[in-house]
Protein backbone atom coordinates (compact mmCIF):
# COMPACT_ATOMS: atom_id res chain seq x y z
CA UNK A 1 0.00 0.00 0.00
CA UNK A 2 1.26 3.36 -0.84
CA UNK A 3 2.20 5.95 1.88
CA UNK A 4 -0.18 8.56 0.30
CA UNK A 5 -3.37 5.78 0.23
CA UNK A 6 -2.47 5.06 4.35
CA UNK A 7 -2.52 9.29 4.68
CA UNK A 8 -5.50 9.05 3.35
CA UNK A 9 -7.04 6.31 5.64
CA UNK A 10 -5.90 7.40 8.71
CA UNK A 11 -7.22 11.20 7.72
CA UNK A 12 -10.34 9.35 7.53
CA UNK A 13 -10.83 7.95 10.76
CA UNK A 14 -9.53 10.94 12.72
CA UNK A 15 -11.98 13.08 10.97
CA UNK A 16 -14.68 9.91 12.08
CA UNK A 17 -13.22 10.20 15.71
CA UNK A 18 -13.40 14.28 16.36
CA UNK A 19 -16.43 14.28 14.43
CA UNK A 20 -18.21 11.95 16.70
CA UNK A 21 -16.77 13.75 19.94
CA UNK A 22 -17.99 17.28 18.52
CA UNK A 23 -21.57 15.47 18.13
CA UNK A 24 -21.62 13.82 21.24
CA UNK A 25 -20.91 17.56 22.12
CA UNK A 26 -23.48 19.01 20.15
CA UNK A 27 -26.01 16.42 21.47
CA UNK A 28 -24.81 17.29 25.27
CA UNK A 29 -25.23 20.86 24.73
CA UNK A 30 -28.67 20.37 23.56
CA UNK A 31 -30.12 18.00 26.59
CA UNK A 32 -28.28 20.90 28.96
CA UNK A 33 -30.01 23.58 27.47
CA UNK A 34 -33.18 21.82 27.29
CA UNK A 35 -32.77 21.23 31.00
CA UNK A 36 -32.16 25.10 31.98
CA UNK A 37 -34.88 25.65 30.16
CA UNK A 38 -37.27 23.45 32.12
CA UNK A 39 -39.62 25.33 34.34
CA UNK A 40 -38.52 24.89 37.95
CA UNK A 41 -41.12 23.04 39.58
CA UNK A 42 -42.87 24.91 42.78
CA UNK A 43 -41.49 24.68 46.03
CA UNK A 44 -43.78 22.91 48.88
CA UNK A 45 -43.86 25.52 51.87
CA UNK A 46 -45.89 25.75 54.74
CA UNK A 47 -47.63 29.09 55.42
CA UNK A 48 -49.63 31.10 58.01
CA UNK A 49 -51.30 34.49 58.04
CA UNK A 50 -50.29 37.45 60.03
CA UNK A 51 -52.44 38.21 62.70
CA UNK A 52 -53.98 41.02 64.25
CA UNK A 53 -54.12 40.26 68.52
CA UNK A 54 -54.92 42.04 71.76
CA UNK A 55 -50.79 42.20 72.34
CA UNK A 56 -49.92 43.41 76.21
CA UNK A 57 -46.27 44.80 76.49
CA UNK A 58 -43.79 42.93 78.50
CA UNK A 59 -40.64 43.02 79.37
CA UNK A 60 -38.97 39.73 79.69
CA UNK A 61 -36.20 38.55 82.08
CA UNK A 62 -35.01 35.89 84.12
CA UNK A 63 -34.50 35.65 88.08
CA UNK A 64 -34.85 33.46 90.74
CA UNK A 65 -37.37 31.91 93.19
CA UNK A 66 -36.37 32.71 96.92
CA UNK A 67 -38.51 32.44 100.49
CA UNK A 68 -39.85 35.56 101.78
CA UNK A 69 -38.02 34.41 105.06
CA UNK A 70 -35.62 30.97 104.71
CA UNK A 71 -33.21 30.14 106.89
CA UNK A 72 -31.09 27.07 108.52
CA UNK A 73 -31.96 26.48 111.82
CA UNK A 74 -29.09 25.89 114.23
CA UNK A 75 -28.48 26.14 117.97
CA UNK A 76 -27.24 28.87 120.52
CA UNK A 77 -25.76 26.43 122.73
CA UNK A 78 -23.64 23.05 122.45
CA UNK A 79 -25.79 19.79 124.06
CA UNK A 80 -27.20 16.63 123.53
CA UNK A 81 -30.23 15.62 121.42
CA UNK A 82 -32.97 14.95 124.20
CA UNK A 83 -35.82 14.70 121.78
CA UNK A 84 -36.72 15.60 118.24
CA UNK A 85 -40.24 17.20 117.60
CA UNK A 86 -40.25 17.44 113.49
CA UNK A 87 -39.75 14.81 110.29
CA UNK A 88 -38.49 16.15 107.74
CA UNK A 89 -40.80 18.02 105.18
CA UNK A 90 -43.55 18.77 107.92
CA UNK A 91 -45.22 22.21 108.09
CA UNK A 92 -44.65 24.10 111.25
CA UNK A 93 -45.68 27.20 112.81
CA UNK A 94 -44.18 30.14 114.39
CA UNK A 95 -43.08 28.94 118.23
CA UNK A 96 -43.36 24.91 117.31
CA UNK A 97 -40.76 23.01 119.27
CA UNK A 98 -38.00 21.04 116.92
CA UNK A 99 -35.18 19.88 118.90
CA UNK A 100 -34.89 19.75 122.73
CA UNK A 101 -31.04 19.52 124.20
CA UNK A 102 -30.51 17.53 127.63
CA UNK A 103 -30.96 19.85 129.98
CA UNK A 104 -30.49 18.41 133.81
CA UNK A 105 -27.23 20.52 134.51
CA UNK A 106 -28.68 23.42 133.00
CA UNK A 107 -31.93 22.87 135.23
CA UNK A 108 -29.68 22.60 138.53
CA UNK A 109 -27.87 25.18 137.88
CA UNK A 110 -31.26 27.53 137.81
CA UNK A 111 -32.29 26.05 141.23
CA UNK A 112 -28.88 27.35 142.75
CA UNK A 113 -29.20 31.05 141.11
CA UNK A 114 -33.08 30.80 142.46
CA UNK A 115 -31.69 30.00 146.39
CA UNK A 116 -28.95 32.86 146.11
CA UNK A 117 -31.72 35.10 144.64
CA UNK A 118 -33.68 34.21 147.76
CA UNK A 119 -31.05 34.65 150.58
CA UNK A 120 -29.99 38.26 148.97
CA UNK A 121 -33.71 39.15 148.85
CA UNK A 122 -33.74 37.95 152.71
CA UNK A 123 -31.14 39.85 153.63
CA UNK A 124 -32.33 42.86 151.47
CA UNK A 125 -35.32 42.98 153.36
CA UNK A 126 -33.82 42.99 156.45
CA UNK A 127 -31.36 45.65 156.22
CA UNK A 128 -34.46 47.44 154.60
CA UNK A 129 -36.01 47.41 158.00
CA UNK A 130 -32.78 48.51 160.20
CA UNK A 131 -31.99 51.35 157.39
CA UNK A 132 -34.85 53.18 158.15
CA UNK A 133 -34.15 53.35 162.32
CA UNK A 134 -30.62 54.01 161.56
CA UNK A 135 -29.56 50.89 162.80
CA UNK A 136 -27.32 49.68 159.53
CA UNK A 137 -25.25 52.54 157.27
CA UNK A 138 -26.69 53.19 154.26
CA UNK A 139 -23.44 51.59 152.31
CA UNK A 140 -24.63 48.12 154.10
CA UNK A 141 -28.15 48.83 152.65
CA UNK A 142 -26.62 49.46 149.36
CA UNK A 143 -24.70 46.66 148.86
CA UNK A 144 -27.64 44.27 149.88
CA UNK A 145 -29.38 46.09 147.40
CA UNK A 146 -26.52 45.43 144.32
CA UNK A 147 -26.23 41.52 145.40
CA UNK A 148 -29.97 41.22 145.38
CA UNK A 149 -30.43 42.90 142.28
CA UNK A 150 -27.43 40.63 140.69
CA UNK A 151 -28.52 37.78 141.98
CA UNK A 152 -32.17 38.42 140.07
CA UNK A 153 -30.11 38.84 137.35
CA UNK A 154 -28.42 35.92 137.27
CA UNK A 155 -31.83 33.96 137.29
CA UNK A 156 -32.91 35.73 134.50
CA UNK A 157 -29.62 34.32 132.54
CA UNK A 158 -29.88 30.91 133.79
CA UNK A 159 -33.43 30.65 132.75
CA UNK A 160 -32.46 32.03 129.42
CA UNK A 161 -29.70 29.67 128.90
CA UNK A 162 -32.27 27.02 129.65
CA UNK A 163 -34.65 28.38 127.13
CA UNK A 164 -31.73 28.07 124.72
CA UNK A 165 -31.71 24.46 124.92
CA UNK A 166 -35.18 24.41 123.91
CA UNK A 167 -34.78 24.89 119.44
CA UNK A 168 -38.45 26.25 117.98
CA UNK A 169 -39.21 27.29 114.74
CA UNK A 170 -39.02 31.30 114.35
CA UNK A 171 -41.78 31.83 111.38
CA UNK A 172 -43.86 29.51 109.99
CA UNK A 173 -43.09 27.18 107.41
CA UNK A 174 -41.80 23.96 105.69
CA UNK A 175 -38.70 22.29 107.02
CA UNK A 176 -36.20 20.77 104.94
CA UNK A 177 -34.61 17.64 105.26
CA UNK A 178 -33.22 16.64 108.88
CA UNK A 179 -29.79 16.60 109.51
CA UNK A 180 -29.51 15.39 113.04
CA UNK A 181 -29.67 12.31 115.00
CA UNK A 182 -31.37 11.67 118.52
CA UNK A 183 -28.84 11.42 121.01
CA UNK A 184 -26.08 12.97 119.10
CA UNK A 185 -23.97 16.40 120.30
CA UNK A 186 -24.46 19.33 118.78
CA UNK A 187 -21.40 21.20 119.01
CA UNK A 188 -22.60 25.51 118.72
CA UNK A 189 -24.01 26.35 115.13
CA UNK A 190 -24.39 22.78 114.25
CA UNK A 191 -27.25 22.34 111.25
CA UNK A 192 -30.45 21.05 112.75
CA UNK A 193 -32.86 21.39 109.58
CA UNK A 194 -33.69 24.43 106.70
CA UNK A 195 -36.95 26.20 107.35
CA UNK A 196 -38.75 28.45 104.45
CA UNK A 197 -41.52 30.30 104.01
CA UNK A 198 -43.11 29.24 100.48
CA UNK A 199 -46.96 31.31 100.57
CA UNK A 200 -46.22 33.83 99.31
CA UNK A 201 -43.19 33.56 97.89
CA UNK A 202 -40.25 36.03 96.34
CA UNK A 203 -39.36 36.20 92.61
CA UNK A 204 -36.22 38.15 92.18
CA UNK A 205 -35.20 39.41 88.86
CA UNK A 206 -32.97 42.32 86.89
CA UNK A 207 -34.13 44.73 85.08
CA UNK A 208 -32.21 46.81 82.50
CA UNK A 209 -31.86 50.35 83.72
CA UNK A 210 -33.16 51.81 80.31
CA UNK A 211 -36.42 50.26 81.33
CA UNK A 212 -36.44 51.41 84.89
CA UNK A 213 -39.08 54.11 84.21
CA UNK A 214 -41.66 51.99 82.55
CA UNK A 215 -41.47 49.48 86.01
CA UNK A 216 -43.38 50.50 89.43
CA UNK A 217 -44.50 48.64 92.62
CA UNK A 218 -47.87 47.19 92.05
CA UNK A 219 -47.25 46.16 88.11
CA UNK A 220 -48.41 42.83 87.43
CA UNK A 221 -45.99 40.19 87.00
CA UNK A 222 -46.37 36.51 85.42
CA UNK A 223 -43.73 33.65 85.75
CA UNK A 224 -43.17 30.26 84.69
CA UNK A 225 -40.70 27.30 85.57
CA UNK A 226 -39.09 24.32 84.04
CA UNK A 227 -41.29 21.99 86.54
CA UNK A 228 -44.37 23.31 85.84
CA UNK A 229 -44.00 24.44 81.84
CA UNK A 230 -47.85 24.81 81.22
CA UNK A 231 -48.72 26.73 84.68
CA UNK A 232 -48.45 30.55 84.83
CA UNK A 233 -48.01 31.84 88.60
CA UNK A 234 -48.99 35.30 88.69
CA UNK A 235 -48.35 37.89 91.16
CA UNK A 236 -47.12 41.74 91.56
CA UNK A 237 -43.96 43.76 91.94
CA UNK A 238 -43.42 44.32 95.54
CA UNK A 239 -39.96 46.29 95.52
CA UNK A 240 -37.87 47.72 92.95
CA UNK A 241 -33.84 47.81 94.50
CA UNK A 242 -32.63 51.82 95.07
CA UNK A 243 -29.61 51.34 93.38
CA UNK A 244 -28.70 50.03 89.95
CA UNK A 245 -25.64 47.66 89.32
CA UNK A 246 -22.32 49.75 88.29
CA UNK A 247 -21.52 46.39 86.31
CA UNK A 248 -23.87 45.40 84.50
CA UNK A 249 -26.67 48.10 84.12
CA UNK A 250 -29.30 46.52 85.80
CA UNK A 251 -31.97 46.95 88.76
CA UNK A 252 -32.86 44.38 90.85
CA UNK A 253 -36.69 43.56 91.25
CA UNK A 254 -38.71 41.47 93.50
CA UNK A 255 -41.98 40.59 92.60
CA UNK A 256 -44.92 38.05 95.46
CA UNK A 257 -46.71 35.52 93.90
CA UNK A 258 -48.94 33.23 95.48
CA UNK A 259 -48.31 29.92 96.35
CA UNK A 260 -50.67 28.39 98.20
CA UNK A 261 -49.95 24.90 97.31
CA UNK A 262 -45.73 24.91 97.53
CA UNK A 263 -45.15 24.63 93.94
CA UNK A 264 -42.79 26.96 93.43
CA UNK A 265 -39.52 26.23 95.70
CA UNK A 266 -36.65 28.58 96.83
CA UNK A 267 -34.24 28.61 94.57
CA UNK A 268 -35.98 27.48 90.83
CA UNK A 269 -34.98 29.78 88.35
CA UNK A 270 -38.10 31.51 86.60
CA UNK A 271 -38.85 33.12 83.05
CA UNK A 272 -40.60 36.11 84.37
CA UNK A 273 -42.59 38.97 82.89
CA UNK A 274 -43.16 41.70 83.72
CA UNK A 275 -46.82 43.83 82.20
CA UNK A 276 -45.93 47.07 81.68
CA UNK A 277 -48.82 48.70 80.26
CA UNK A 278 -52.98 47.90 79.10
CA UNK A 279 -53.29 45.61 76.02
CA UNK A 280 -53.38 47.03 72.34
CA UNK A 281 -53.42 45.71 69.04
CA UNK A 282 -50.68 44.38 67.37
CA UNK A 283 -50.14 42.11 64.36
CA UNK A 284 -48.17 38.57 65.15
CA UNK A 285 -46.58 35.85 63.13
CA UNK A 286 -44.79 32.59 64.39
CA UNK A 287 -40.86 33.16 65.46
CA UNK A 288 -40.53 30.85 62.85
CA UNK A 289 -41.88 33.31 59.72
CA UNK A 290 -39.17 36.03 60.43
CA UNK A 291 -35.31 35.63 58.91
CA UNK A 292 -33.34 37.65 61.23
CA UNK A 293 -30.23 38.96 59.36
CA UNK A 294 -27.91 41.81 60.39
CA UNK A 295 -28.64 43.63 57.16
CA UNK A 296 -32.55 43.61 57.83
CA UNK A 297 -35.27 41.54 59.17
CA UNK A 298 -37.28 39.59 56.27
CA UNK A 299 -40.33 37.48 55.36
CA UNK A 300 -41.43 35.72 52.58
CA UNK A 301 -45.00 37.29 51.72
CA UNK A 302 -46.94 34.86 49.61
CA UNK A 303 -48.75 36.94 46.56
CA UNK A 304 -50.19 35.63 43.14
CA UNK A 305 -48.19 36.83 40.27
CA UNK A 306 -49.78 37.57 36.26
CA UNK A 307 -50.30 33.71 35.68
CA UNK A 308 -52.27 33.18 38.70
CA UNK A 309 -49.25 31.14 40.25
CA UNK A 310 -48.04 31.34 43.89
CA UNK A 311 -45.05 33.38 44.59
CA UNK A 312 -42.83 34.51 47.34
CA UNK A 313 -42.30 38.35 47.86
CA UNK A 314 -39.20 38.75 49.95
CA UNK A 315 -40.22 41.92 52.01
CA UNK A 316 -38.38 43.74 55.10
CA UNK A 317 -40.23 44.54 58.17
CA UNK A 318 -39.65 45.68 61.97
CA UNK A 319 -40.11 43.31 64.62
CA UNK A 320 -40.92 44.03 68.11
CA UNK A 321 -41.51 42.07 71.14
CA UNK A 322 -41.31 38.40 70.92
CA UNK A 323 -43.44 36.21 73.01
CA UNK A 324 -44.06 31.89 73.23
CA UNK A 325 -42.87 31.31 69.99
CA UNK A 326 -44.81 34.38 68.47
CA UNK A 327 -43.49 37.64 67.63
CA UNK A 328 -44.72 41.50 66.77
CA UNK A 329 -44.25 42.94 63.18
CA UNK A 330 -44.78 46.50 64.34
CA UNK A 331 -44.31 47.39 60.70
CA UNK A 332 -44.08 46.07 56.97
CA UNK A 333 -46.62 43.59 57.52
CA UNK A 334 -50.51 43.74 57.46
CA UNK A 335 -53.28 41.85 59.01
CA UNK A 336 -54.12 38.56 56.90
CA UNK A 337 -51.38 38.52 54.56
CA UNK A 338 -49.95 35.35 54.28
CA UNK A 339 -46.38 34.34 54.68
CA UNK A 340 -44.06 31.43 54.73
CA UNK A 341 -43.86 29.77 58.26
CA UNK A 342 -40.81 27.23 57.87
CA UNK A 343 -37.96 26.52 55.49
CA UNK A 344 -36.49 30.35 54.49
CA UNK A 345 -33.60 29.57 53.97
CA UNK A 346 -34.55 27.43 51.25
CA UNK A 347 -36.43 30.54 49.40
CA UNK A 348 -35.56 32.74 47.02
CA UNK A 349 -37.63 36.03 45.71
CA UNK A 350 -40.04 35.61 43.11
CA UNK A 351 -40.20 31.60 43.31
CA UNK A 352 -43.08 29.75 42.84
CA UNK A 353 -44.33 28.06 45.72
CA UNK A 354 -47.16 25.33 46.53
CA UNK A 355 -49.05 25.14 50.28
CA UNK A 356 -48.68 22.23 52.24
CA UNK A 357 -52.48 21.03 52.98
CA UNK A 358 -52.15 19.15 56.92
CA UNK A 359 -55.96 18.75 57.75
CA UNK A 360 -54.79 16.56 60.95
CA UNK A 361 -52.40 19.31 62.18
CA UNK A 362 -53.03 22.78 61.47
CA UNK A 363 -49.96 24.83 60.41
CA UNK A 364 -50.96 27.85 61.93
CA UNK A 365 -48.54 28.99 64.84
CA UNK A 366 -50.43 31.89 65.61
CA UNK A 367 -54.11 30.15 66.08
CA UNK A 368 -52.33 27.09 67.89
CA UNK A 369 -50.94 29.96 70.63
CA UNK A 370 -53.82 30.94 71.21
CA UNK A 371 -55.03 28.36 73.97
CA UNK A 372 -51.37 28.51 75.63
CA UNK A 373 -51.75 32.56 75.82
CA UNK A 374 -55.20 32.88 77.35
CA UNK A 375 -53.79 32.47 81.14
CA UNK A 376 -51.42 35.69 80.19
CA UNK A 377 -53.95 37.64 78.49
CA UNK A 378 -56.02 37.42 81.11
CA UNK A 379 -54.01 38.73 83.11
CA UNK A 380 -53.71 42.22 81.64
CA UNK A 381 -57.59 41.97 81.58
Known sequence: MSTTRRF???????LLVFGAIAGYKVFEYRMMQQ?????????????????????????????????????????????VVEEIQFESGDMVEAGDVLVRLDAETDKAALETRKAEAERARQEFERLSNLVSRDAVSQSQYDEAKANFDASRARVNAQQAQL???????????????RQ???????ATGTPIVEINMVDPIYVEYTVPEKHLGT????????????AFPDRIF?????????????ESRTVRVRATLDNKDGALRPGMFANVRTLRSEPRKAVVVPRTAISFNTYGDFVYVIA????????????????GVERDRVIEVTSGLEAGEQVVETGLLRLR??????IAEDDDEPKDDVSREKGENAAEQGAAD
Open 349 to 354: AEQRVE
Open 163 to 177: RKKIIRAPFPGKTGL
Open 234 to 246: EGEISAINSSVSA
Open 35 to 79: YLNKEEPPALVDATRAESREWVPSLHSVGSVRAVNGIRVANEVPG
Open 180 to 186: VDQGEYM
Open 8 to 14: IIVTLGL
Open 304 to 319: ENDKGELVTERRSVET
Open 215 to 226: ISAGDRVTTTVA
